[in-house]
């Protein structure tokens, strides 16, 4: 491998070699290239594939680079200094260059991205096409601003400076103050805006509901408590908001309709449907079934406690268990529902308290976790499947291969297991990965769910086949992991860590190489262990 390496001279050994010189590492939104420079420290951004080849060097010949960026779909790269904006092909060509007299502060695309907004240090906002002509120019009389955003439907511009949110036409024009220190949020379908103010005088949060000509439909006191938020809901007709006590936990929800009524209101954050049609949310012993007019659709009797409630893939079941886990109390049922709030099952089998219960992603199985260091399978009868047992301590991650077809478990950061244990969905263990030697941080599915990748407090990632066989200890971190990924449809894997960012082919990717430079290719043995055939 080092040979091969050093003839490809490739971005994975660029990286690992100087991990201080790319300070910055982005993708494009295909995650095909990678863009890589460092801030206010060079005059050059890289682009790269992701074989190590340099595509394309974006140089600037006087200032320094402030930010590079891929554009929203991909085709071009966008570098800003202090005084340019600069619009790259992905050849490295410069296609269009944008000036500002004073120092520019950032930049904005359109949501067809056929324009281009740059804003200064002061006042000036800049509206420009692609071709670099300028198209208006925004000379506030007012402060620094401090960003810009397009309307959803591209044809307005709000700009946010210190003493409010003012809306402008794409000619330049002024349209209106919002009267808003923040920018708003808008309606799915983008025809209405909903602010959020703090009034000085009331010494209280207020919402305002606006159309896009800025008329005021309603504006309402929220008295809902700390760090209200408020966002609207799918189909248009409802707002939701929520307010936290002084710890940060959500204790405060209603929701409103379009005049400020409140429809209902509930103490804990509820759980919408997969269509967002339906509420759910609990109180009071009881789970209840909501629709967005707040009117209760069906109630879910003998929930004791409080209740964590989900809905299936589908939306047409409902599952609750005791959602208390670490309580003296023990409830160790899990109950499945239909959605006019007849019982359809009851789970029974575990010994302490229920940590967490999910479908699989076919609907048709559930599956359980028990702080009795069980897993359990059932069926939506509420048949017992299969009973997933043999770890030592609590286990705190799950997750399903894409596919649904197998299951991995791990006891978290926090448990001196340090195994990760892979199942079938009959509940049979396929594989027992024991080769850290500290607390695992995460384990996950490549793409096509054929590798594990796990991560550990032992400072390596590790590279797992289906069978459990180690296939590659990376090991390059003397200060630890701070995440892992597969990249490129699971062709490369991405590593960070104070050093920096490195890149990793998996082992067909490796093979890919030998067979370009005309080395000696792995055996066929080979190929099979490493999982390349």
Known sequence: NTNLWATKKNLMVLLVEHPNQYRSVQFSPNRKLI????ANKTKTAKLWDLQGNLVANLEEPTDTIISAQFSPNGQMVVTRTHSKVKLWALNSDLLVELKHKDRISGIQFSPDEQMILTYARHTTVKLWDLQGNLIADINKDATATYSVRFSPDGQRILIKDKESITLWGLKGNFLADLKAPNMPNFSPNGEMMLSLLWNDTTREYTSKLQDLKCNLLF?????IGFSPTVKFTRDNQSILLTGSDSRGYVRNVRLWDLEGKTLVEWRRYPVFSPDDQLILNYADNTVKLWDLNGKVVATLEGCKGFTRARFSPDGRYILTHFGNSYSSRIDNTVKLWNLKGKLLASMEGHTGNIESAEFLPDGQRILTISNDKTAK???????????????????RSVKISSGGRHILTHCGSSSNDHTI????TQGRLLADMD??????????FSPNSQYILTTSRDKTVKLWDLQGHLLANLDKFPDGINSAEFLSNGRYILTRSKEGAKLWPMPAVIQEWIDDFGEIPFTKGEKLKYGME
């Open 219 to 223: 504006e309402a006191p929220l008295r």
């Open 421 to 424: 244990k892979l199942w079938n």
């Open 435 to 444: 080769k850290h030697t500290d607390k695992v941080s995460e384990a996950i």
């Open 35 to 38: 863009l890589t420079f460092q």
């Open 377 to 395: 399978l059932w069926d939506l009868r509420g048949h017992l499947l299969a009973d997933m047992m043999g770890h030592k301590d609590i286990i």
